[in-house]
């Protein structure tokens, strides 16, 4: 019989908590589902929906294939209503049993379910004071069942309910565009309440809101004021339902925070923290807000996601005592001092680099990164922050006399997104350049994707975030996160289409936000990479209005040649040609680099018309992108294949993007690149556009073992270049640190930018060989590339439709594929150096072929003769739940 097993408890929208979602934002919440395993032959044709909403249980039963995002079939739900969901699937009428329930409360979706106000302290809590905590007090009586706490804040919050942490999130409410979204949690918080009477405490920090951001040394670019926004509600045995919310009455007192900042570092005096607690209680004052601006979470909350013990104390040239945890980071030290002097101070300094043997801290600019405690003189204490965050591997502290290794540690803070990618190879090298690309990308993905975690930006570079979306959405699941974001570019984007260059804006100057090519089209890329890569054509429909003022801004502006010129661009951004000073000088053209991304972005914008069935828009943008595409050939390309500036990133973009029309010109500009990899000894010459590209316009055009060259070069510039000299994440330039030690001296020289790791997406597609080919992965297209210096690799993905594993061998003149394929999806296989494939469904499926080591050419001979395709020895085994065999499953990090 075909059937299939237990399918996954239903995911809410994008929430990624496990059975229990709170404070849902959504009232029709689209469902999804895996399947984890099936027998062979299994399709779904049909599903059941079981929805408990209080004592009604309704069913609805569709005839449909669809697993991701299927539509709400029930009545909206009303703030505050709890829902239990299960599936169940059917192959016509073979039913599967039903999934887990999965849970969800939704939060507080209008303006009028809550009774709370936004209040500040009065004479507490100004700018340049500490951080005041507000507090509240409620009597409940026996007899309370559930407790829920829905809370936001001006500023960043840690809340305790009577003296005990609500949760174990950090830097909430995070940040969005503040005067558009600012948003809302909800925590179940019934195992904190007590009989009688209970204290609610809010200690507020500047965080975002009302710290430094930015290059220029703005601080407070939100407001002054810090405010909170809380409501714990308390239902009774009864049903009554008894209310604390924020109000006139709440007090505010003093905290042990003195300062605190995101940038600078936070101050705290455990010393005289009781006494300063105990005087002064003034009240608060009643602000007024528009409630209009309240959402409930998308994504995953930042918290604490592991910890780094230290691995060696030393004495510095200078004297000082510095530390070094192994690995670049992000978060903060947490260090326990014994028997120190009441009122002493302990300063805990961060750097990301060593620098002739001192702490690097030029490169963190003007962010001070500086920890600080006046200790309270017990026999033991536990020294952490709570308001600051800092990017570093390496510490330097002072005034404990006697530190001990085992004492230190790094608690290693970001967005709460769960592992979905890994990679693994037989090369070390490679392996851990790939372990940089997803320590990168945990240190950026703080709520709001970041260019870099430590100096004074730590900002949602839109160019970034652009190029790096597709190899993201493979290591995590971050479509809430990036949806979020999203939300966001939107809310800021103007009136004429133009996109800010940092989401939230916090710069805030005609020139960071007129259009520039590559930044900007993230409001087109990324978006799409969502859809591509996650399937949800929600995503599309809430971004269109987005994507398509974008480009419909740009098209303004190039006027009737089609040609963008001219104008503020970043260009290829930061390519190993720029000068230190001078990241802006690229040696691609930057109008070829612009013209590029109106054409590529014309285009994505047109399919998206089509997918949501808007015809004549689609038409319209498809001949926009025709016009960009001829303009560009015309005025950039040769018709000897030459494109303008003859650099690799204006080849790999003309080739990946189909800016070449003429299929002579084409070939010809494939030589060229292959030709300028070979003269630049295989060295990469690319900035941010080129990166992500040029390894895949390679491929295409038939040298996978140029990629090859250029991906496992060590020398300066190269991918490997980095690890040789040590690096634990992806530095922002080329050659942050120089071949001698010291530390480039150009402003932008950060040791953790996600972005040149951008080709990690590539890795996994080609080397290992694992792609999309629809969206959402429903079908995948496996085909590795093998590098000849490579004896075997991996990837395992976490597709929305279950794990998708590729992995191979090669060995002793044969060459090993082992293939996992979820249910739901199919795939098109192919082996090496060939063009034709096999075309497989769920399950895990095997070859084992002829294939000299060594050599990456045709597979020798055929061996298995017993199957119906060219290479024989299919072995096919029907659940795809099975864990894969061979070589270890690679893993995604340390934190993993
Ligand atoms: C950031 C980049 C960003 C760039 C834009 C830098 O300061 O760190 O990653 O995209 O500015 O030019």
New binding site residues.
């Given amino acids: 019989m075909v059937s299939a097993g237990r399918p996954s408890a239903p995911r809410f929208e994008h929430r990624t908590e496990d059975l229990v979602v709170l404070g849902l934002g959504e009232p029709s919440p689209r469902l999804s589902w895996k399947i984890p395993h099936a027998s062979e032959g299994f399709l779904q044709t049909a599903y059941e929906l079981e929805i408990t909403r209080g004592e009604s249980v309704e069913r609805f039963t569709a005839a449909s294939s669809e697993q991701l995002f299927v539509d709400w079939p029930s009545e909206p739900l009303s703030s505050r209503e709890r829902v239990t969901v299960r599936v169940r699937v059917a192959y016509y009428s073979d039913w599967s049993e039903w999934s887990d329930e999965s849970v969800a409360e939704v939060g507080l979706l209008n303006a009028g379910d809550w009774t709370g106000q936004f209040i500040s302290p009065m004479g507490l809590g100004g700018l340049d004071a500490g951080a005041p905590t507000l507090s509240g007090w409620l009597e409940v009586p026996r007899g309370a069942v559930k407790a829920r706490l829905y809370a936001t804040a001006h500023g960043v919050y840690r809340a305790h309910l009577n003296g005990k942490p609500v949760s174990d999130a950090v830097l909430a409410p995070g940040w969005t565009s503040y005067e558009h979204r600012l948003r809302y949690h909800a925590y179940d918080v019934t195992s904190l309440v007590q009989d009688g009477a209970n204290t609610l405490d809010f200690t507020l920090g500047n965080g975002w809101y009302r710290g430094r951001l930015g290059w220029e040394g703005k601080r407070a670019i939100y407001g002054e004021r810090l405010s909170l926004l809380a409501q714990l509600e308390v239902t009774m045995e009864d049903g009554r339902c008894l209310i604390l919310a924020t109000n006139g009455e709440w007090t505010a007192k003093e905290s042990e925070i003195i300062s605190d900042d995101l940038y600078d570092g936070q101050r705290t005096d455990l010393w005289n923290a009781e006494v300063r607690a105990s005087t002064g209680t003034v009240p608060v004052e009643v602000v007024d807000e528009d409630y209009g601006r309240l959402v409930a979470q998308e994504g995953p909350m930042i918290r604490p996601i592991g910890v780094l013990p230290a691995q060696r104390i030393w004495s510095s040239p200078a004297g000082r005592t510095l530390v070094d945890f192994g690995q670049n980071a992000v978060g903060w030290v947490r260090l326990r001092v014994r028997g120190l002097t009441a009122g002493s101070e302990v300063v805990v300094r961060h750097a990301e680099a060593l620098e002739d043997g001192e702490l690097a801290i030029r490169a963190l600019r003007s962010a001070k990164a500086i920890d600080s405690y006046i200790v309270a003189g017990v026999n033991v204490e536990t020294l952490e922050p709570a308001f600051t965050l800092h990017g570093f591997r390496y510490a330097e502290v002072s005034g404990v006399p006697d530190l001990r290794v085992e004492d230190l540690e790094t608690v290693v803070v970001g967005s709460d997104l769960p592992c979905t990618g890994w990679f693994s190879s037989s090369h070390e090298l490679l392996n851990r350049f790939h372990e940089n690309v997803v320590w990168s990308t945990r240190s950026n993905f703080i709520d709001v994707p970041t260019?870099?975690p430590q100096r004074d930006?730590r900002l949602g570079?839109t160019?970034?975030i652009q190029i790096f979306a597709p190899t993201a959405s493979f290591l995590y699941d971050v479509t809430g996160f990036l949806a979020s974001w999203l939300a966001d570019l939107s809310a800021e984007q103007l009136p004429d289409g133009s996109v800010p260059?940092v989401i939230p804006d916090v710069i805030r100057s005609e020139l960071m936000s007129s259009p520039a090519a590559a930044?900007g089209d993230a409001a087109v890329i990324v978006p799409w990479t969502l859809y591509q890569r996650y399937g949800d054509v929600g995503i599309l429909h809430r971004q269109f209005g987005s994507m398509r003022a974008w480009v419909d801004g740009v098209l303004r502006i190039v006027g009737p040649d089609r040609l963008w010129s001219g104008g503020f661009q970043?260009g290829d951004?930061l390519d190993p040609a720029a000068p230190p000073e001078d990241?802006f000088r690229a040696k691609a053209d930057p109008d070829v680099v612009a013209t590029g991304h109106l054409a590529r972005s014309l285009q994505i914008v047109a399919e998206a018309a089509n997918i949501l069935g808007r015809i004549e828009e689609a038409k319209r943008y498809a001949g926009h992108a025709e016009d960009v595409r001829a303009a560009f050939a015309q005025a950039f390309v040769t018709p000897s294949g030459r494109v303008l500036s003859d650099a690799q990133t204006v080849y790999a973009l003309a080739l990946e993007w189909s800016l070449l029309p003429d299929q002579d010109q084409r070939r010809r500009a494939e030589r060229r690149l292959a030709d300028l990899v070979r003269a630049s000894g295989f060295h990469i010459n690319t900035g941010?556009v080129g990166t992500p590209l040029i390894c895949d316009a390679l491929t295409s055009a038939g040298h996978p073992e140029l990629a090859h060259s250029l991906l496992l070069q060590t020398g300066c510039p190269s991918w490997l270049y980095p690890v040789t000299m040590g690096a634990t994440t992806i530095w922002?330039r080329w050659d942050s640190m120089l071949p001698d030690g010291r530390v480039n001296q150009g402003e932008?020289t950060?040791f953790n930018?996600y972005?040149l790791g951008a080709v990690a997406d590539w890795m996994h597609r080609s080397v290992a060989g694992l792609a999309p080919a629809s969206p959402g992965y429903r079908t995948m297209i496996i085909r590795p590339q093998p590098p000849e210096a490579l004896h075997s690799a991996a990837v395992r993905h976490l597709t929305p439709y279950g794990e998708a594993s590729v992995s191979w061998q090669r060995r002793r003149g044969r060459f090993r594929l082992d293939v996992t394929v979820p249910v739901g999806t199919s795939a098109r296989v192919y082996l090496p150096d060939s063009a034709d494939f096999v075309h497989v469904r769920h399950g895990t499926h095997q070859w084992d072929i002829a294939f000299p080591d060594g050599h990456p050419d045709r597979p020798r001979a055929l061996e298995f003769g017993d199957s119906d395709h060219p290479y024989g020895g299919n072995q096919h085994e029907g659940d795809a739940h099975k864990r894969q065999r061979g070589d270890a499953a690679p893993h995604c990090s340390a934190l993993s």
């Fill in positions: 260019d870099c930006e570079w160019g970034d260059h930044w970043y951004w990241p941010f922002e932008m950060s930018h972005a």
